[in-house]
């Protein structure tokens, strides 16, 4: 069984502070995970994705998330938050055997304070 | 990226109508499409998984007569919301992957904003 829990359903930043925004996985195999943005009346937005290689992924925007396999968490970090990140942010997980099924978690709310 | 088109991104219909939605991979073929609802402020809720030639498997709860799909093609899947009423009111997203490999990305479409009166 997967899934994830992201911690916290809405964030306020100020423009040019870090951003953190936290998920923690549950898997049954080796999981493949994912960050997707989502803005408003939109479909979701591939920001960056774990697949068993660098533990540190770099994704668009300046976003990078980092899989600490001891922690299960995957957290989603920006050093500098742009008023263009405000948006629903979705953390995801998927693995070998589940035939590219993904389960998300219930989003994160990024609110970007000038 | 691969490309997933949604059509209609949004519509408004009648209680007691059919609404049909259908999703599009433009450039790659998916022999699987996944077809999500999303309510406001929530996160998606993964509704069936649509594979091209066989019948859909529906998540536990979501109910396969009234959610219809189709996956007649490997670029086509429909979602028909039959006897469509207020309570169906949502946002409809589906998902396609471009290949074998389950570490890939999967492509979403724009989502489908359906509002039922």
């Known amino acids: 069984a997967q899934s994830v829990t992201q911690l916290g359903s809405h964030v306020s930043v100020s423009e040019g502070a870090l951003v953190l925004l936290r998920c923690n996985y549950s898997?049954?195999?080796?999981?493949?995970l994912f960050w997707y943005v989502q803005y408003p009346n939109q479909g979701l937005q591939l920001l960056l994705k774990?697949?068993?290689?660098?533990?540190l992924v770099k994704g668009i925007n300046g976003f990078e998330a980092e899989f600490k396999k001891s922690e299960t968490s995957f957290h989603l970090t920006k050093p500098s938050a742009h008023m263009s990140d405000a948006a629903e942010y979705f953390c995801?997980?998927?693995?070998?055997?589940?035939?590219?099924?993904?389960?998300f978690g219930t989003g994160t709310s990024l609110t970007v304070i000038p | 990226g691969a490309v997933v088109s949604q059509h209609p991104s949004w519509v408004i219909c009648k209680s007691g109508t059919s609404v049909k939605i259908e999703c599009r991979s433009l450039?790659?073929?998916?022999?699987?499409m996944f077809w999500y609802r999303q309510f406001p402020k929530q996160s998606l809720m993964l509704m069936a998984t649509?594979?091209?030639?066989?019948?859909?498997?529906?998540e536990q709860g979501v109910e396969k007569d009234k959610f219809l799909i189709n996956h007649a093609s490997l670029t086509l899947s429909t979602l028909t919301v039959t006897s469509a009423h207020p309570e169906d009111s949502s946002f409809y997203i589906c998902?396609?992957?471009?290949?074998?490999?389950?570490?890939?990305?999967?492509?979403f479409g724009q989502g489908t904003r359906l509002t039922v009166v």
């Open positions: 995801a997980v998927s693995g070998i055997g589940t035939g590219n099924q993904f389960y």
């Open positions: 450039d790659f073929q998916a022999t699987t």
């Open positions: 649509s594979n091209e030639g066989s019948k859909a498997t529906y």
């Open positions: 998902s396609a992957s471009d290949g074998g490999k389950e570490d890939t990305e999967a492509f």
């Open positions: 774990y697949t068993s290689a660098a533990t």
């Open positions: 898997s049954s195999v080796p999981p493949y």
